[in-house]
């Protein structure tokens, strides 16, 4: 997508109900280029995890089929990445993302200063600094999980991008790592980074190790301590505190949104998309229903064809759709069907109505009524759209 006007207020990101209020000095903040506290929380309520190789742009459209509210992030992008990579590329998304944030993965605060101007440029709504991944990659590069241990740089970093853009500055951090897991660790790195400006922290709520744990497993092995993210949010009642780790449902979102100020899903939003389908419902109390699931893929069609004519893989824009079905009768028979035949060279739109018809979740009595091939592709003003159609249907 072509770079926006600079000016493009980061209110954008914000979408009120008709019943929902912003404080009178929300213009006054925006001046300031800070997102109002109330505004952010708001929008921040649910979100979906930056997730590399999972929340790329083609899965967020998808996500915004089914929810037109929860806050969606790009993977972690590196600064190297952008200042010596394709940030045209790497940068690129569709209006119909918004809100969205972009995270950044670094540790020097002009680089990062440099690439939040560059998001503030192509319009992102945010910009998410990862002080969480606990890869090898970023332990070498020095950023990472690894910065908790230097939060003066993590509040230099942060101060950098404020300086740089009128956007507001998240941090996405853990609990920990190795042995600087103390309750007081964690209080000074938020202490430190707070009075640099950050006012909204995701919490994943686990420390992490650093040698021994592949990041896979340090998603699973250090144990969820969820009190912690408690007890930060009731120390810091003037910061809007994000949970995240092993929350699986929408109750239990609304069962941690008594605690803290908002809630950030990751690996299930992948396995079963659409378990958000009545997000927008009951997190954020829309009136719109959401569409059905073969609604849904009625409305991805069109923006597969989009992007099959403009060169993408199909593999690339089954990846979000393999879990639609996720708990239905045939879902198995979908996945596998997907997962064994949009690889090929050949593969084309025709793969996933085969998989809709030939699998057992044709069961559902709405498949029928499409005929894939009929449904044009989008141009890009109609991609836009998209997501205002979301809700009229009712299943
Ligand atoms: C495949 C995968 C890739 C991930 N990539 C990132 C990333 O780029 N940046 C980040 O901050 N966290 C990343 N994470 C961690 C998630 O953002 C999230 O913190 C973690 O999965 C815990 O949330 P969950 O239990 O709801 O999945 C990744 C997780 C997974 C499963």
Redesign the pocket.
Known sequence: MVPVDAHRSPTQSVRLAPNEKVCSQHNECHAKGRLHLEAARLTHRLSI???????DRHFRYFLRLITRRVQL?T??ITTSALLHGEPARLLAYNEAEHPIGV?L?GSDPAELAHCARLAHQYGYDEV?F?V??PSHRVQTGRFGVCLMGEPELVADCVIAMQEAVALPVTV?TRLGFDDRDSYADLTRFIDAVAQAGCTTF?L?ARKAWLQGLS??KN?NIPPLRYDVVHNIKEDFPHLTIII?????SLEQVKEQLKRVDGV???????HDPYMLANADRQIYSDKLRALSRFDVLKHYIPYVKRQLIDGVGLSLLTRPILGLFQGQPGAGDWRRYLSENAHRASAGLEVIEQAATQTKVRADRTVMRYKFSDLRPLNNDSIQSVPRLCGIRGN
């Not at 950030?264 to 992948?270: D, E, F, S, T």
């Open positions: 995890a930056p997730m590399m190789e999972r929340t992030y993977e972690m995270q993965g998410n990862n969480g991944c996405k995701i994943h990041p896979k998603r995240n780790g092993g929350i699986t950030m899903i990751g690996r299930i939003a992948c």
